[in-house]
């Protein structure tokens, strides 16, 4: 249980928290005016065209939308390409032999195989999957958009048959994306019993010693220098005076 005295250890600094609630109003906007043309036939989804003032304007929405997720998913790329070549930041989330491990080291434990679950670093394996998900799913509605925006460009390089795939990866995608954000995001940030009512640490950046000791003991002991099992080591100190250092904030998750 929290107290007052809690303390809390900086997780993302103030560039990763408003890129995410960019890449989150480009997704919302996404899917409302994208989904909305593939559901066409309902009457809220022509509700919703029309209050953007008929499809067009809709359709204009997506597009520049699109052009966001580009330039947000490009600006993430780069930046963090940059950052762990030429900074030396830890890539954290590469997935490594261990992700696997923890992986069923937390299923024996959900199955009362073993006494305790896994330590996860930075990022535990459900994080890594959901980020890679983004972004590989970004490029995919990346590439697959700009072959539907412009498909005369497209079928006089390559074959015409592309737009149709393009159109139906297109929206399956979407679908996928959304089902994604609803039961696996929204759960882990809001209703987890982990976490439950909220999930506050993409608001401030901060996350509390005792979730960070629970959570990510393999990062803590990594930082602090000290074992898990030490509650609170010389490294912590109060209420947001811990700084991740620079490394440490790179690739996060979605």
């Known amino acids: 249980m929290h107290t007052t005295q809690e303390k809390y250890i900086k997780r993302f600094g103030p560039l ?3 890129e995410h609630w960019l ?4 997704f919302i906007l996404l899917v409302v005016t994208g989904l909305s043309q593939k559901f066409h036939n309902y009457e809220l989804s022509q509700w919703v065209i029309m ?10 929405v997506h597009r520049y939308s699109g052009i966001m997720l580009a330039v947000l998913t490009l600006q993430h790329v780069l930046v963090a390409s940059f950052g762990v070549i030429a900074l030396k930041w830890q890539p954290s989330m590469i997935i490594h ?6 992986a069923i080291a937390n299923i024996r434990y959900y199955l009362g195989l073993q006494e305790h679950g896994a330590s996860c670093d930075r990022f535990d394996y459900k994080q890594k999957f959901e980020y890679w998900g983004v972004v590989v799913g970004g490029m995919l509605m990346i590439g697959t958009g700009l072959a539907l925006w412009f498909p005369t460009i497209v079928t006089h390089y390559l074959p015409g ?17 959304v089902m994604v954000i609803i039961i696996w995001h929204i759960y882990n ?16 950046g901060k996350i509390s010693l005792s979730r960070m000791l629970h959570e990510h003991p393999v990062e803590y002991r990594r930082l602090s220098g000290e074992p898990p099992a030490i509650a609170e080591p010389q ?20």
């Open 189 to 204: 940030a809001i209703f987890s019993p982990e976490v439950i009512p909220l999930d506050t640490v993409i608001f401030t």
């Open 51 to 60: 209050s953007f003032g008929g499809i067009d304007t809709a359709r204009l």
């Open 97 to 102: 032999k261990k992700d696997f491990q923890d």
């Open 161 to 177: 048959e592309l737009v149709p795939v393009a159109k139906a990866l297109h929206t399956n995608e979407a679908l996928l994306a």
């Open 16 to 18: 990763r928290i408003a």
């Open 235 to 254: 490294a912590i100190y109060e209420p947001g005076d811990y700084q991740v250092p620079a490394e440490e904030e790179t690739l996060q998750d979605a």
């Open 23 to 26: 890449n989150a109003l480009t």
